[in-house]
Nanobody, 124 residues
Framework: EVQLVESGGKLVQAGESLRLSCAAS????????VGWFRQVPGEGRQGLSC??????DYSDSAKGRFTMSMNNARNTVFLEMRRLKPEDTAVYYC???????????????????WGKGTQVNVSS
């Protein structure tokens, strides 16, 4: 089974950019849809982007500022975040679900395996 480890979170100032990574071990992403989510205290996990055999999908909150990509080895995905805002402060997670076993890769309750997350703090 695939194991996920996120990295790259840190404290940045508003307007800056940041790239997060999610590394898979035990498997590649070949047989999975993989998504990026974020969560702030007291709220549920918000879907940001998803990569599947259908291509990339982005939530409205991610479109225009966030870009998801994957390396050639298909074992690491990235989330490039630009023009960061204080409201982007959250714990960012990646998650996977076996291809064909979900309806909407931006819904957290559809995902099966999760990393532990990486904290992003954006100061004003």
């Amino acid at each position: 089974e695939v194991q996920l480890v996120e990295s790259g979170g840190k404290l940045v100032q508003a307007g800056e950019s940041l790239r997060l990574s999610c590394a898979a071990s035990g498997d590649t992403f070949d047989d999975y849809a993989v998504g990026w989510f974020r969560q702030v205290p007291g709220e549920g996990r918000q879907g940001l982007s998803c990569l599947s055999t259908s291509g990339f999908d982005y939530s409205d909150s991610a479109k225009g500022r966030f870009t998801m990509s994957m390396n050639n080895a298909r074992n690491t995905v990235f989330l490039e975040m630009r023009r960061l805002k204080p409201e982007d402060t959250a714990v960012y997670y990646c998650a996977t679900v076996i291809e064909g076993k979900y309806n909407d890769g931006l819904q957290s309750n559809e995902m099966e395996r999760w990393g532990k997350g990486t904290q992003v703090n954006v100061s004003s």
